[in-house]
């Protein structure tokens, strides 16, 4: 899958990814691959990125998530990675 992470300033992370949970409104979730298509709002929080072995995590503040075909784009208000 490939993810995007994005906010007003820059391009927080890009590349190819096996697993992300993020701070869904309503609870944090978790895409993997095949995900059924989905558009939602995000709270401040963890985004967790799963890549082969390795685990990434970023901070971000609000946003939505957009996920269609194995790809996800995260548009943040804002973003640091930890």
Same mark, same amino acid.
């Given at each position: 899958?490939?993810?995007? %992470? ?5 391009? &927080?992370?890009?590349?190819? @990814?096996? +697993? &992300?949970?993020?701070? #869904?409104?309503? #609870?944090?979730?978790? @895409? ?5 298509? %989905?558009? +939602?709002?995000?709270?401040? $929080?963890? &985004?967790?990125?799963?890549? #082969? +072995? ?8 609000? #946003? @939505?998530?957009? &996920?269609?075909?194995?790809? %996800?784009? @995260?548009?943040?208000? $804002?973003?640091?990675?930890?």
């Amino acid at each position: 899958m490939k993810l995007e %992470i994005l906010t007003p300033d820059k391009k &927080v992370f890009e590349g190819e @990814v096996r +697993s &992300v949970t993020v701070p #869904g409104t309503m #609870g944090s979730f978790e @895409v993997l691959k095949d995900h059924a298509p %989905i558009v +939602s709002t995000l709270e401040d $929080g963890k &985004v967790i990125i799963r890549t #082969g +072995s390795t685990e990434e995590t970023i901070l971000i503040k609000g #946003g @939505v998530i957009e &996920v269609i075909n194995n790809n %996800i784009m @995260v548009l943040a208000e $804002g973003a640091q990675t930890t």
